[in-house]
């Protein structure tokens, strides 16, 4: 691996130019890196060649172009299919995959990757693409702990808090989707809020401030409570029960009914208190709906 220091800014190839690729190509541009680019169809690359960029004349171009491959594509099978063409030339590389899988998916690239002599680091954009390259924007990544500190500057282009977790290549994986899990469940929780307050033609954005501030001041520190409780694996006595919210999501999916909304989201949900409860921990804090979570059988 070439040192960074005898570099500076590092060249830098972007392979897979998707609105996400385009955006992690324009970062680099924006800070002074050359950036050659490259996407298996035509015409993708014009903005950024207008902006700078080098556009390879194939992927063997592209990676014979620099020691650091940026890659985003599709899926794993894309990756595979674009660089096996051309493995032989790969021994040496810096390879960061900002390829969304599952982390079985990153820990087998690792495998591949270091078979063939790649310096590999799997890694997760937490941001939306106009988002890339800001301070504050997240990134995840897992593998190579020498690569991620060797190219850790080039790394925080693409976003200020770049988070190395490991060098388990999957570990990154995972917290992507226990992130998006929290965003998918808690956006669809505030639709169905919207659905409840909107059968009796109260608009969506009368109830949103109060959302934020209940998410603020409620929600947020019953989430950071609730990891205590599940790493102690003690969830304690409280005022808010299981049981006592039990009752409360029974509640809430015969008033979702008798409003004419879908309570599917809120079944589940109840269906764990209840098992909770049932178990004989219906004292306990809500917390420890974690236990049937883990658990489901």
Not at 84 to 107: C, I, Q, Y
Not at 149 to 171: H, P, Q, R
């Amino acid at each position: 691996m070439i040192p960074v220091a005898d570099e500076n800014p590092v060249p830098v190839s972007v392979l897979g130019l998707g609105m996400m690729g385009a955006a992690l190509a324009g970062a680099y541009l924006k800070a002074g890196h050359r950036t050659i680019v490259w996407n298996r169809s035509e015409g993708k690359a014009d903005a950024l060649v207008a902006q700078g960029a080098v556009l390879a004349d194939g992927i063997a171009e592209a990676v014979a172009a620099s020691d650091v491959l940026v890659v985003c594509v599709v899926d794993y099978d894309a990756l595979y299919g674009i660089l096996e063409p051309v493995r032989e030339s790969l021994a040496g590389k810096v390879l960061v995959n900002l390829t969304s899988g599952l982390p079985e998916d990153a820990r087998a690239a690792a495998r591949w990757a270091a078979g063939i002599g790649v310096e590999y680091l799997d890694g997760y954009v937490m941001t939306v693409p106009p988002a890339v390259g800001q301070p504050q924007t997240l990134l995840f990544y897992g593998g190579s702990r020498a690569t991620f500190e060797a190219y850790e500057e080039t790394l925080k282009v693409l976003g200020g808090n770049s988070v190395f977790l490991g060098e388990d290549a999957g570990t990154a994986a995972l917290y992507d989707l226990a992130l998006l899990g929290i965003l998918w469940a808690g956006l669809t929780s505030a639709l169905h809020a919207y659905a409840l307050v909107g059968t009796e033609k109260i608009p969506a954005a009368a109830l949103a401030p109060y959302a934020e501030a209940w998410i603020t001041q409620v929600v947020l520190p019953s989430v950071k409570g609730a990891a205590q409780a599940v790493d102690a694996g003690e969830y304690g006595t409280t005022v808010s029960t299981a049981a006592l919210n039990a009752a409360g999501l029974a509640k809430m999916v015969e008033a979702s009914k008798a409003q004419g909304v879908r309570p599917d989201l809120m079944v589940p949900i109840k269906e764990f208190l209840e098992k909770r409860v049932a178990d004989g921990h219906g004292h306990e804090a809500l917390a420890g709906m974690f236990e049937v979570i883990r658990n489901p059988g």
